[in-house]
Protein backbone atom coordinates (compact mmCIF):
# COMPACT_ATOMS: atom_id res chain seq x y z
CA UNK A 1 0.00 0.00 0.00
CA UNK A 2 1.28 3.52 -0.79
CA UNK A 3 0.03 6.98 0.47
CA UNK A 4 0.53 9.06 -2.52
CA UNK A 5 -1.72 11.31 -3.84
CA UNK A 6 -3.52 11.23 -7.42
CA UNK A 7 -5.64 13.80 -9.16
CA UNK A 8 -7.72 12.78 -11.91
CA UNK A 9 -9.55 14.91 -15.03
CA UNK A 10 -12.26 13.05 -16.31
CA UNK A 11 -12.94 10.58 -13.42
CA UNK A 12 -16.38 10.48 -14.52
CA UNK A 13 -15.19 9.17 -17.41
CA UNK A 14 -15.02 5.20 -18.47
CA UNK A 15 -11.38 5.21 -17.68
CA UNK A 16 -11.12 7.81 -14.79
CA UNK A 17 -13.68 5.57 -12.94
CA UNK A 18 -11.58 2.28 -13.49
CA UNK A 19 -8.37 4.58 -12.35
CA UNK A 20 -10.03 5.47 -9.60
CA UNK A 21 -10.63 2.14 -8.34
CA UNK A 22 -7.48 0.62 -9.07
CA UNK A 23 -5.73 3.80 -7.26
CA UNK A 24 -8.23 3.43 -4.34
CA UNK A 25 -7.24 0.02 -3.98
CA UNK A 26 -3.34 0.65 -4.00
CA UNK A 27 -3.74 3.01 -1.11
CA UNK A 28 -3.90 5.85 -2.84
CA UNK A 29 -5.55 9.17 -2.16
CA UNK A 30 -7.71 10.11 -5.39
CA UNK A 31 -8.96 13.88 -5.80
CA UNK A 32 -11.24 14.00 -9.35
CA UNK A 33 -11.84 17.11 -10.95
CA UNK A 34 -15.99 17.14 -12.08
CA UNK A 35 -18.03 19.31 -14.03
CA UNK A 36 -20.62 21.30 -12.21
CA UNK A 37 -23.87 19.76 -14.17
CA UNK A 38 -27.71 19.95 -13.10
CA UNK A 39 -27.35 16.52 -12.24
CA UNK A 40 -25.53 14.61 -9.92
CA UNK A 41 -23.23 13.61 -12.97
CA UNK A 42 -21.56 10.94 -11.24
CA UNK A 43 -22.91 7.53 -12.60
CA UNK A 44 -19.78 5.70 -13.10
CA UNK A 45 -18.25 6.36 -9.48
CA UNK A 46 -21.43 6.94 -7.52
CA UNK A 47 -20.17 3.52 -5.13
CA UNK A 48 -16.54 5.41 -5.16
CA UNK A 49 -18.48 8.31 -3.51
CA UNK A 50 -19.65 8.29 0.50
CA UNK A 51 -18.79 4.82 0.46
CA UNK A 52 -18.51 4.22 4.37
CA UNK A 53 -15.60 1.73 3.78
CA UNK A 54 -13.89 4.87 2.94
CA UNK A 55 -13.50 5.72 6.30
CA UNK A 56 -10.41 8.15 5.94
CA UNK A 57 -11.53 9.98 3.41
CA UNK A 58 -9.85 8.79 0.55
CA UNK A 59 -11.90 9.54 -2.71
CA UNK A 60 -12.23 13.58 -3.02
CA UNK A 61 -13.84 15.69 -5.46
CA UNK A 62 -13.33 19.02 -6.85
CA UNK A 63 -15.41 20.82 -9.49
CA UNK A 64 -13.17 22.23 -11.97
CA UNK A 65 -13.29 22.63 -16.13
CA UNK A 66 -10.48 22.13 -18.36
CA UNK A 67 -11.61 25.75 -20.03
CA UNK A 68 -10.89 27.09 -16.47
CA UNK A 69 -6.99 27.53 -16.51
CA UNK A 70 -6.84 29.46 -13.04
CA UNK A 71 -8.72 26.92 -10.85
CA UNK A 72 -6.45 23.97 -12.45
CA UNK A 73 -3.66 25.94 -10.93
CA UNK A 74 -5.51 26.59 -7.50
CA UNK A 75 -6.29 22.96 -7.63
CA UNK A 76 -2.40 21.77 -8.25
CA UNK A 77 -1.75 24.04 -5.10
CA UNK A 78 -4.68 22.45 -3.06
CA UNK A 79 -4.38 18.42 -3.56
CA UNK A 80 -0.54 18.48 -4.45
CA UNK A 81 -0.98 15.29 -6.20
CA UNK A 82 2.29 13.26 -7.22
CA UNK A 83 0.51 11.52 -10.08
CA UNK A 84 -1.53 13.41 -12.05
CA UNK A 85 -3.73 11.68 -15.09
CA UNK A 86 -4.91 13.95 -17.58
CA UNK A 87 -7.67 12.05 -18.88
CA UNK A 88 -11.02 14.68 -19.41
CA UNK A 89 -11.41 15.41 -22.80
CA UNK A 90 -14.08 15.96 -25.23
CA UNK A 91 -13.47 12.34 -26.62
CA UNK A 92 -16.64 11.84 -29.18
CA UNK A 93 -15.25 11.77 -32.51
CA UNK A 94 -17.98 12.00 -34.56
CA UNK A 95 -19.28 15.24 -32.47
CA UNK A 96 -15.79 17.11 -32.98
CA UNK A 97 -16.82 17.07 -36.59
CA UNK A 98 -19.89 19.20 -35.28
CA UNK A 99 -18.14 20.66 -32.85
CA UNK A 100 -14.38 21.59 -34.08
CA UNK A 101 -13.68 24.61 -32.12
CA UNK A 102 -15.23 23.52 -28.86
CA UNK A 103 -13.39 19.99 -29.31
CA UNK A 104 -9.59 22.30 -29.83
CA UNK A 105 -10.92 24.24 -27.21
CA UNK A 106 -11.19 21.32 -24.45
CA UNK A 107 -9.54 18.66 -25.87
CA UNK A 108 -6.12 20.71 -27.20
CA UNK A 109 -5.92 23.79 -24.86
CA UNK A 110 -7.21 22.15 -21.85
CA UNK A 111 -3.98 20.31 -21.86
CA UNK A 112 -2.46 23.20 -22.37
CA UNK A 113 -3.62 24.55 -19.39
CA UNK A 114 -3.30 21.51 -17.16
CA UNK A 115 0.62 21.38 -18.12
CA UNK A 116 0.94 25.31 -17.59
CA UNK A 117 -0.48 24.97 -13.91
CA UNK A 118 1.88 22.23 -13.22
CA UNK A 119 4.45 24.04 -14.74
CA UNK A 120 3.67 27.40 -12.76
CA UNK A 121 3.42 25.80 -9.60
CA UNK A 122 6.06 23.97 -10.26
CA UNK A 123 5.37 20.43 -8.76
CA UNK A 124 7.57 17.25 -9.08
CA UNK A 125 4.14 16.06 -10.05
CA UNK A 126 4.35 12.84 -12.73
CA UNK A 127 1.95 13.46 -15.39
CA UNK A 128 -0.45 11.23 -17.58
CA UNK A 129 -1.75 12.24 -21.31
CA UNK A 130 -4.07 10.49 -22.49
CA UNK A 131 -3.40 10.26 -25.96
CA UNK A 132 -4.91 8.10 -28.84
CA UNK A 133 -4.67 5.76 -31.54
CA UNK A 134 -6.97 7.78 -33.57
CA UNK A 135 -3.62 10.38 -34.17
CA UNK A 136 -2.50 7.98 -36.36
CA UNK A 137 -5.32 8.32 -38.80
CA UNK A 138 -4.27 7.55 -42.25
CA UNK A 139 -1.15 5.73 -41.03
CA UNK A 140 -1.34 1.95 -42.39
CA UNK A 141 -1.24 -0.79 -39.03
CA UNK A 142 0.64 -1.49 -37.50
CA UNK A 143 0.90 1.27 -35.55
CA UNK A 144 4.01 1.39 -33.04
CA UNK A 145 5.20 4.86 -31.07
CA UNK A 146 7.36 5.84 -34.38
CA UNK A 147 4.38 5.41 -36.57
CA UNK A 148 3.52 8.75 -38.53
CA UNK A 149 0.62 11.10 -37.09
CA UNK A 150 -1.56 11.93 -39.93
CA UNK A 151 -5.01 12.69 -37.81
CA UNK A 152 -8.15 12.24 -39.37
CA UNK A 153 -10.54 14.10 -37.29
CA UNK A 154 -10.53 17.89 -36.05
CA UNK A 155 -10.39 15.07 -32.42
CA UNK A 156 -7.45 13.27 -33.60
CA UNK A 157 -5.83 16.87 -34.57
CA UNK A 158 -6.60 18.09 -30.72
CA UNK A 159 -5.63 15.09 -29.50
CA UNK A 160 -1.76 15.32 -31.64
CA UNK A 161 -1.61 19.11 -30.52
CA UNK A 162 -1.82 17.39 -26.59
CA UNK A 163 0.60 14.95 -27.50
CA UNK A 164 3.23 17.35 -28.78
CA UNK A 165 2.61 19.41 -25.71
CA UNK A 166 3.11 16.95 -23.37
CA UNK A 167 6.71 15.66 -24.95
CA UNK A 168 7.49 19.58 -25.55
CA UNK A 169 6.58 20.21 -21.51
CA UNK A 170 8.97 17.36 -21.19
CA UNK A 171 11.84 18.90 -23.04
CA UNK A 172 11.50 22.22 -22.69
CA UNK A 173 10.96 22.17 -19.01
CA UNK A 174 11.97 18.71 -17.34
CA UNK A 175 8.82 17.82 -16.41
CA UNK A 176 7.64 14.15 -16.32
CA UNK A 177 4.79 13.58 -19.23
CA UNK A 178 4.19 10.12 -20.23
CA UNK A 179 1.85 9.28 -23.40
CA UNK A 180 -0.25 6.72 -23.43
CA UNK A 181 -0.98 6.19 -27.02
CA UNK A 182 -4.08 4.21 -26.50
CA UNK A 183 -6.05 2.37 -29.06
CA UNK A 184 -9.93 1.58 -28.28
CA UNK A 185 -10.49 0.33 -25.07
CA UNK A 186 -14.09 -0.45 -24.41
CA UNK A 187 -16.84 -2.40 -21.52
CA UNK A 188 -20.17 -2.00 -20.10
CA UNK A 189 -19.12 1.64 -18.63
CA UNK A 190 -18.43 3.09 -22.14
CA UNK A 191 -20.56 5.40 -23.46
CA UNK A 192 -23.70 4.86 -25.13
CA UNK A 193 -22.57 6.57 -28.21
CA UNK A 194 -19.27 4.53 -28.75
CA UNK A 195 -20.11 2.10 -31.37
CA UNK A 196 -19.35 -1.15 -29.32
CA UNK A 197 -21.57 -0.24 -26.07
CA UNK A 198 -24.14 0.76 -28.93
CA UNK A 199 -24.30 -2.48 -30.48
CA UNK A 200 -24.02 -4.32 -27.46
CA UNK A 201 -27.15 -2.90 -25.96
CA UNK A 202 -28.64 -3.21 -29.31
CA UNK A 203 -28.12 -6.69 -28.97
CA UNK A 204 -29.53 -7.52 -25.59
CA UNK A 205 -32.34 -4.87 -25.97
CA UNK A 206 -33.59 -6.74 -29.27
CA UNK A 207 -33.50 -10.06 -27.57
CA UNK A 208 -35.48 -8.78 -24.78
CA UNK A 209 -37.96 -7.47 -27.20
CA UNK A 210 -37.23 -3.69 -26.02
CA UNK A 211 -35.84 -2.70 -29.54
CA UNK A 212 -36.55 -3.78 -33.38
CA UNK A 213 -33.59 -2.11 -35.48
CA UNK A 214 -30.06 -1.32 -34.67
CA UNK A 215 -28.91 1.62 -37.39
CA UNK A 216 -25.32 2.07 -37.56
CA UNK A 217 -22.73 3.58 -40.56
CA UNK A 218 -19.60 2.28 -41.70
CA UNK A 219 -19.12 -1.08 -41.32
CA UNK A 220 -16.35 -1.88 -42.74
CA UNK A 221 -13.78 0.16 -40.41
CA UNK A 222 -11.53 -1.68 -38.27
CA UNK A 223 -10.75 -1.43 -35.00
CA UNK A 224 -7.87 -2.62 -32.12
CA UNK A 225 -10.53 -3.50 -29.34
CA UNK A 226 -9.38 -4.04 -25.28
CA UNK A 227 -10.56 -4.19 -22.37
CA UNK A 228 -10.56 -1.09 -20.29
CA UNK A 229 -9.78 -2.66 -17.29
CA UNK A 230 -6.73 -3.69 -18.08
CA UNK A 231 -5.75 -0.37 -19.98
CA UNK A 232 -5.64 1.55 -16.96
CA UNK A 233 -3.36 -0.81 -15.27
CA UNK A 234 -0.85 0.38 -18.02
CA UNK A 235 -1.55 4.22 -17.12
CA UNK A 236 -0.46 3.21 -13.99
CA UNK A 237 2.29 1.48 -14.50
CA UNK A 238 3.79 4.39 -17.10
CA UNK A 239 3.98 6.82 -14.10
CA UNK A 240 5.92 3.81 -11.73
CA UNK A 241 9.20 4.19 -14.35
CA UNK A 242 11.68 6.79 -13.38
CA UNK A 243 11.99 7.60 -17.02
CA UNK A 244 9.27 9.39 -18.74
CA UNK A 245 8.40 8.25 -22.18
CA UNK A 246 5.55 7.28 -24.28
CA UNK A 247 4.13 4.35 -25.21
CA UNK A 248 1.48 1.88 -27.34
CA UNK A 249 -1.83 0.10 -25.49
CA UNK A 250 -3.19 -2.19 -27.44
CA UNK A 251 -4.43 -5.89 -28.38
CA UNK A 252 -2.52 -5.90 -31.46
CA UNK A 253 -5.61 -7.75 -33.40
CA UNK A 254 -7.93 -5.59 -35.28
CA UNK A 255 -11.89 -6.26 -36.14
CA UNK A 256 -14.08 -4.74 -38.08
CA UNK A 257 -17.16 -3.30 -36.72
CA UNK A 258 -19.45 -5.96 -38.89
CA UNK A 259 -17.29 -8.46 -36.84
CA UNK A 260 -18.14 -6.95 -33.64
CA UNK A 261 -22.16 -6.27 -34.38
CA UNK A 262 -21.27 -10.36 -35.27
CA UNK A 263 -20.45 -11.23 -32.23
CA UNK A 264 -22.48 -9.37 -29.59
CA UNK A 265 -25.86 -10.68 -32.28
CA UNK A 266 -24.64 -14.14 -31.76
CA UNK A 267 -23.71 -14.19 -28.35
CA UNK A 268 -27.74 -13.85 -28.13
CA UNK A 269 -28.95 -16.02 -30.36
CA UNK A 270 -29.95 -13.81 -33.31
CA UNK A 271 -29.36 -12.56 -36.65
CA UNK A 272 -27.52 -8.98 -36.90
CA UNK A 273 -28.66 -9.13 -40.74
CA UNK A 274 -32.62 -8.90 -39.80
CA UNK A 275 -31.54 -5.97 -37.74
CA UNK A 276 -29.01 -3.92 -38.44
CA UNK A 277 -29.65 -0.96 -40.79
CA UNK A 278 -27.60 1.61 -42.64
CA UNK A 279 -27.73 5.10 -41.73
CA UNK A 280 -26.05 7.76 -43.16
CA UNK A 281 -26.33 9.89 -40.08
CA UNK A 282 -23.45 7.96 -38.21
CA UNK A 283 -20.88 8.16 -41.76
CA UNK A 284 -18.16 10.70 -40.53
CA UNK A 285 -16.37 13.38 -43.15
CA UNK A 286 -13.66 10.90 -42.85
CA UNK A 287 -13.03 8.01 -40.71
CA UNK A 288 -10.22 5.96 -40.05
CA UNK A 289 -9.87 3.01 -42.16
CA UNK A 290 -7.96 0.22 -39.52
CA UNK A 291 -6.20 0.74 -36.39
CA UNK A 292 -3.55 -2.39 -35.17
CA UNK A 293 -1.15 -1.23 -32.20
CA UNK A 294 2.23 -2.65 -31.85
CA UNK A 295 2.63 -2.43 -28.01
CA UNK A 296 5.81 -4.85 -27.78
CA UNK A 297 7.34 -1.57 -25.86
CA UNK A 298 4.79 -1.58 -23.24
CA UNK A 299 5.20 -5.18 -22.84
CA UNK A 300 9.04 -5.17 -22.75
CA UNK A 301 9.26 -2.25 -20.32
CA UNK A 302 6.21 -2.08 -18.52
CA UNK A 303 5.00 -5.72 -18.45
CA UNK A 304 1.87 -5.11 -19.88
CA UNK A 305 0.03 -7.56 -21.69
CA UNK A 306 -3.78 -8.15 -22.64
CA UNK A 307 -6.05 -10.60 -21.58
CA UNK A 308 -9.21 -9.86 -23.23
CA UNK A 309 -10.01 -9.75 -26.95
CA UNK A 310 -13.00 -8.65 -28.88
CA UNK A 311 -14.51 -11.53 -28.53
CA UNK A 312 -14.92 -12.32 -25.17
CA UNK A 313 -15.30 -8.08 -24.88
CA UNK A 314 -18.37 -8.43 -26.69
CA UNK A 315 -19.69 -11.30 -24.48
CA UNK A 316 -18.70 -9.49 -21.17
CA UNK A 317 -20.89 -6.36 -22.81
CA UNK A 318 -24.06 -7.50 -24.24
CA UNK A 319 -23.85 -9.93 -20.74
CA UNK A 320 -23.79 -6.28 -18.66
CA UNK A 321 -26.56 -4.96 -20.99
CA UNK A 322 -28.82 -8.42 -20.65
CA UNK A 323 -28.18 -8.04 -17.26
CA UNK A 324 -29.69 -4.44 -17.60
CA UNK A 325 -32.53 -5.37 -19.42
CA UNK A 326 -33.49 -7.77 -16.93
CA UNK A 327 -32.70 -11.11 -18.81
CA UNK A 328 -30.00 -12.55 -17.06
CA UNK A 329 -26.94 -14.42 -18.64
CA UNK A 330 -26.88 -15.25 -22.25
CA UNK A 331 -26.92 -16.82 -25.40
CA UNK A 332 -30.25 -16.80 -25.79
CA UNK A 333 -32.43 -19.29 -28.19
CA UNK A 334 -32.29 -18.51 -31.88
CA UNK A 335 -35.20 -15.57 -32.34
CA UNK A 336 -39.07 -16.65 -34.20
CA UNK A 337 -40.43 -14.76 -37.08
P1 LIG B 1 -15.09 9.57 -21.63
O1 LIG B 1 -15.81 8.40 -21.05
O2 LIG B 1 -15.71 10.33 -22.75
O3 LIG B 1 -14.78 10.58 -20.41
C1 LIG B 1 -14.38 11.89 -20.63
C2 LIG B 1 -14.25 12.60 -19.31
O4 LIG B 1 -13.83 13.95 -19.55
C3 LIG B 1 -15.56 12.70 -18.50
O5 LIG B 1 -15.26 12.55 -17.13
C4 LIG B 1 -16.01 14.12 -18.79
O6 LIG B 1 -16.83 14.68 -17.78
C5 LIG B 1 -14.66 14.84 -18.80
N1 LIG B 1 -14.73 16.14 -19.46
C6 LIG B 1 -15.15 16.42 -20.72
N2 LIG B 1 -15.07 17.74 -20.95
C7 LIG B 1 -14.55 18.31 -19.84
C8 LIG B 1 -14.24 19.64 -19.46
N3 LIG B 1 -14.46 20.69 -20.29
N4 LIG B 1 -13.72 19.87 -18.23
C9 LIG B 1 -13.52 18.84 -17.36
N5 LIG B 1 -13.83 17.55 -17.66
C10 LIG B 1 -14.33 17.29 -18.88
O7 LIG B 1 -13.64 9.12 -22.13
P2 LIG B 1 -12.82 7.78 -21.82
O8 LIG B 1 -13.23 6.75 -22.82
O9 LIG B 1 -12.85 7.49 -20.39
O10 LIG B 1 -11.35 8.22 -22.26
C11 LIG B 1 -10.48 8.89 -21.35
C12 LIG B 1 -9.47 9.70 -22.14
O11 LIG B 1 -8.71 8.83 -22.97
C13 LIG B 1 -10.04 10.75 -23.06
O12 LIG B 1 -9.14 11.84 -23.10
C14 LIG B 1 -10.08 10.07 -24.41
O13 LIG B 1 -10.05 11.02 -25.45
C15 LIG B 1 -8.83 9.23 -24.33
N6 LIG B 1 -8.82 8.00 -25.11
C16 LIG B 1 -9.83 7.11 -24.98
C17 LIG B 1 -9.78 5.91 -25.68
C18 LIG B 1 -10.86 4.87 -25.55
O14 LIG B 1 -10.90 3.98 -26.41
N7 LIG B 1 -11.70 4.94 -24.54
C19 LIG B 1 -8.67 5.63 -26.51
C20 LIG B 1 -7.64 6.58 -26.59
C21 LIG B 1 -7.72 7.75 -25.87
P3 LIG B 1 -18.44 14.52 -17.82
O15 LIG B 1 -18.73 13.17 -17.18
O16 LIG B 1 -18.89 15.67 -17.02
O17 LIG B 1 -18.87 14.56 -19.26
O1 LIG C 1 -16.76 3.69 -31.34
P1 LIG C 1 -16.31 4.82 -32.17
O2 LIG C 1 -17.12 6.07 -32.10
O3 LIG C 1 -14.79 5.06 -31.77
P2 LIG C 1 -13.59 5.83 -32.49
O4 LIG C 1 -14.07 6.81 -33.49
O5 LIG C 1 -12.65 4.78 -32.97
O6 LIG C 1 -12.96 6.65 -31.27
C1 LIG C 1 -12.74 6.06 -30.00
O7 LIG C 1 -11.47 5.47 -29.97
C2 LIG C 1 -10.37 6.40 -30.08
C3 LIG C 1 -9.07 5.58 -30.05
O8 LIG C 1 -8.71 5.20 -31.35
C4 LIG C 1 -10.44 7.37 -28.92
F1 LIG C 1 -9.38 8.20 -28.95
C5 LIG C 1 -11.75 8.14 -28.99
O9 LIG C 1 -11.84 9.01 -27.87
C6 LIG C 1 -12.91 7.14 -28.94
O10 LIG C 1 -12.88 6.54 -27.66
O11 LIG C 1 -16.26 4.39 -33.72
C7 LIG C 1 -15.53 3.26 -34.15
C8 LIG C 1 -15.84 3.02 -35.62
C9 LIG C 1 -15.68 4.25 -36.51
O12 LIG C 1 -15.02 3.90 -37.71
C10 LIG C 1 -17.12 4.65 -36.86
O13 LIG C 1 -17.26 5.28 -38.14
O14 LIG C 1 -17.20 2.63 -35.75
C11 LIG C 1 -17.78 3.29 -36.86
N1 LIG C 1 -19.24 3.35 -36.69
C12 LIG C 1 -20.15 2.79 -37.53
N2 LIG C 1 -21.39 3.06 -37.11
C13 LIG C 1 -19.90 3.99 -35.71
C14 LIG C 1 -21.26 3.80 -35.98
N3 LIG C 1 -19.46 4.68 -34.64
C15 LIG C 1 -20.37 5.19 -33.78
N4 LIG C 1 -19.95 5.87 -32.67
N5 LIG C 1 -21.73 5.05 -34.01
C16 LIG C 1 -22.23 4.36 -35.10
O15 LIG C 1 -23.42 4.24 -35.27
Known sequence: MTSKTALITGITGQDGSYLAELLLSKGYTVHGVIRRSSGSGLGRIAHLVGDERDEEGRMRLHHGDLSDGARLIALLDRVVPSEIYHLAAQSDVHVSFEQPEYTGAITALGTTRLLEALRITGLPARYYQASSSEMFGATPPPQAEGSPLQPRSPYAVAKAYGYWMARNYRESYALHTVNGIMFNHESPRRGEAFVTRKIARAAARIACGQQRFLDLGNLEARRDWGYAPEYVEAMWRMLQRDRADDYVVATGTSHSVRDFVTFCFEHVGLDWERH?????????????????????????????????????????????????????????PEERE
Open 276 to 332: VRFDDRYVRPADVAELVGDASKAQRVLGWKPEVFAPELARIMTDAELEAAGRGKGPL
